[in-house]
């Protein structure tokens, strides 16, 4: 069956160091993956998106890679702070018309 | 824009009472899609329109759910009648139907069906 996997544990790290969180899905073909935030009480924060053909997306303090053979996906916050603290999803296409499936999440903390 | 608008941003509702989730999408995204989060479940899909037609329904849960896009800015997710483990926070996104883009969430409608 298919399966997205995300790490359920939170993830706390200390203000500075990068954060690592984890995407790995099975039984997928996604032609692109996405990364949201979400914090409590809020709808998921579109952040990247980045396509099979791509091993590498940056955007400001965030990158994204892509193993289509590992089928998984690395997201990385550099220099994290505080505020980065919050829910992170990866997201699956699936079929057509841009239709999404969604990990549990990744809860990380950043500690002052 | 104001976003992807969603009312009730809370809903409290007796056991077997119908209940109608709201939703206005972004004006020009043509696919608009309603997820259902929980603690246990996660997000999950429900249904999606792309120009109003409902493409996907297979995430709905049975009969009691219905969904409607009479027009490009309004949808509808209705539960009729309602029940306890329906209690769940509802999101309608939306998204242009090129690949290229992220979904905008709207900020959810809380139910609790007592």
């Known amino acids: 069956s298919q399966k997205i996997e995300q790490n359920s544990e939170a993830l706390n790290i200390q203000e500075g160091k990068t954060a690592t969180l984890t995407c790995n899905y099975t039984?997928?073909?996604?032609?692109?993956l996405q990364w949201y935030r979400q914090d409590p009480g809020r709808g998921p924060v579109f952040l990247l998106l980045i396509r099979e053909n791509e091993k590498e997306k940056r955007k400001e303090r965030l990158k994204v890679t892509f193993d289509t053979t590992l089928k998984q996906s690395l997201f990385h916050i550099t220099a994290s702070q505080p505020a980065d603290s919050a829910t992170y999803l990866c997201?699956?296409?699936?079929?057509?018309?841009?239709?999404?499936?969604f990990g549990a999440g990744t809860r990380l903390a950043v500690h002052p | 824009d104001a976003g992807v608008i969603q009312s009730p941003r809370h809903e409290v509702t007796e056991m077997g009472q119908e209940v109608t989730l709201r939703c206005k999408p972004i004006s020009g995204h043509n696919s608009l899609f309603w997820y259902r989060q929980t603690m246990m479940r996660g997000l999950e899909l429900l249904i999606y329109?792309?120009?109003?037609?409902?493409?996907?329904d297979s995430g709905m849960p049975e009969d009691r759910f219905s969904a409607k896009m009479p027009n490009a800015s309004f949808s509808t997710l209705k539960i009729q009648p309602s029940e306890p483990r329906d209690s769940a926070v509802y999101f309608c996104a939306s998204s242009p139907t090129s690949y290229n883009y992220g979904y905008t969430f709207g900020s959810g409608t809380r139910l609790t069906v007592v």
């Open positions: 039984n997928y073909s996604p032609a692109y």
């Open positions: 997201a699956l296409a699936s079929g057509g018309y841009n239709k999404l499936i």
């Open positions: 329109f792309n120009n109003n037609v409902p493409i996907d």
